[in-house]
């Protein structure tokens, strides 16, 4: 596995590979691997000559300073982590690499995508997370690249990015991995504590409730009853709960197909964010 930390150093290598008719399979992360980033890997490998994993922990989505400087780091187990899975090359820019001072970053309309739910609470995220994503994919040019589903509203923004640039990379949304116990693997997940881990179940638990309430009931009702299953765990602070449509995550009042349940919580000062498809 090879490890650059220049664009410069990747694009000489991508240039030899692509010009043999190699494709390239690209999956974006911000470190703090665990087996969700794996899947992504190992879908880029299956479908990709040649995948290219990103660390980076983007300064420009985070709208708290705490919350950067408590995103986990770890390197060294990540690096190992990505050469077990078969990873090709990993790119570990610095700062001032992925933003130097002349760049000029396109703006970019995403039709409403970015205003609720993650956009309402997290103000500028997504217009951070764009501009990394789109850095990358100017600079490695990759054939496909690869998103998990947990961050589903992310997942929407980077296809909506991708259309109104024009850009030829395909991006693929993959499954949510889960644990055992039903909790979305999350690299924030490392700064919970045991009994938090147990309790975070709610949340997933909660959303597969309306699943299966969905089509009897209204939206409120729902609302309410999530609401108060949330009251009866005091450590777990319930910040959103939204049921959209899954192309354009309008809210629905009642029963529609093709909708989607999307939550945040925190917990220890940690937020979760999970949705579940419930057509
Ligand atoms: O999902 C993430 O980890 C980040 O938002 C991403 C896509 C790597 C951009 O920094």
Redesign the pocket.
């Known amino acids: 596995m090879l490890v650059y930390r220049t664009f410069k150093e990747l694009r000489k290598f991508l240039d030899q590979k692509t010009s043999e008719g190699l494709s390239v399979g690209f999956v ?3 470190g703090a691997l665990h087996h969700g980033h794996v899947s992504l890997v190992e879908k880029s490998n299956q479908e990709c000559d040649i995948t290219v994993v ?1 660390i ?3 300064p420009t ?1 985070f709208n708290a300073a705490e919350d950067l400087e408590k995103y986990p780091r770890t390197e060294k187990e990540d690096l190992a982590m990505l050469k077990a899975s078969g990873t090709h090359v990993v790119i570990m820019p610095s700062v001032e690499e992925v933003y130097p001072p002349d760049l000029v970053t396109p703006e970019v309309d995403l039709k409403g995508l970015d205003v609720l739910m993650e956009g309402e609470f997290r103000p500028g995220h997504f217009a ?2 764009v501009q ?2 789109g850095r990358f994919f100017d600079q490695i040019e990759p054939n496909r690249a690869y ?2 589903e947990k ?1 589903f509203q ?1 997942l929407l923004v ?1 296809q909506e990015m991708a259309q109104v640039l024009n850009s030829p990379v395909e991006v693929v949304g993959c499954d949510i991995l889960r644990e055992n116990s039903g909790l979305a693997m999350s ?1 924030r997940n490392l700064r919970l504590s045991q009994k938090a881990i147990e309790n975070a179940t709610i949340v997933i638990e909660q959303l597969n409730w309306i699943k299966d309430n969905f089509q009897g009931e209204s939206v409120e009702y729902l609302k309410s009853q999530v609401a108060n299953a949330f009251h009866k765990k005091p450590d777990f602070e319930l910040e959103y709960l939204e049921i959209v449509t899954a192309h354009d995550l309008k809210p629905v009042q009642k029963y529609e197909p093709n909708s989607r349940a999307f939550m945040a919580a925190i917990v220890e000062g940690v937020r979760l964010i999970d949705n579940i498809s419930i057509s």
């Open positions: 974006a992360t911000m990103s980076f922990v983007n989505q951070g997370v990394v994503v998103f998990g961050d992310q980077i690299s």
